[in-house]
C-alpha cells in the first residue's frame, strides 16, 4: 500500500514555473514507476509524464517536452514535476500515480495522489 500526497500547486501566469512535489509513505518508493496525470474541467484525465523506478527513463506527453521535467529522489520517498514556461492550457488538477509499469497508460498505476491544482493566467 502506498499514500500520495501532492503539494506545489498554485496560480501563476503564463509563462512563469511551479515545482509540483509527491510525497509516497512507505518504504517501498523505489519499486514503483511513477507518473503524473492531469484533469482540467470537462476533460478526460491525461498522462504528463513519467519516470522509472531508478530514475534513468523519462517519458512525456508530446505538448510538454522540453518545458517539464520528472524527477526522483528515492531517499526522500519523492517525485518532482517542474513546470517551465506555462501556458493557459495547462491549467488542470495534477496528480501524482505509482505502479508496476512505466509509461502512459493509466492501468499502469494503481496508487493515486487527490492531486494539486495549478491556474495559469493569460
Known amino acids: 500500500q502506498v499514500q500520495l500526497v501532492e503539494s506545489g500547486g498554485g496560480l501563476v501566469q503564463a509563462g512563469g514555473s511551479l515545482r509540483l512535489s509527491c510525497a509516497a509513505s512507505?518504504?517501498?518508493?523505489?519499486?514503483?514507476?511513477m507518473a503524473w496525470f492531469r484533469q482540467a474541467p470537462g476533460k478526460e484525465r491525461e498522462f504528463v509524464a513519467a519516470i522509472s523506478r531508478s530514475g534513468v527513463s523519462t517519458y512525456y506527453k508530446d505538448s510538454v517536452k522540453g518545458r517539464f521535467a520528472i524527477s526522483r529522489d528515492n531517499a526522500k520517498n519523492t517525485v518532482y514535476l517542474r513546470l517551465n514556461s506555462l501556458r493557459p492550457e495547462d491549467t488542470a488538477v495534477y496528480s501524482c500515480?505509482?505502479?508496476?509499469?512505466?509509461?502512459?497508460?493509466?492501468?499502469?498505476?494503481?496508487?493515486w495522489g487527490q492531486g494539486t491544482q495549478v491556474t495559469v493566467s493569460s
Open positions: 512507505g518504504r517501498t518508493f523505489s519499486s514503483y514507476a
Open positions: 500515480a505509482a505502479g508496476g509499469r512505466v509509461g502512459a497508460v493509466i492501468d499502469n498505476y494503481d496508487y
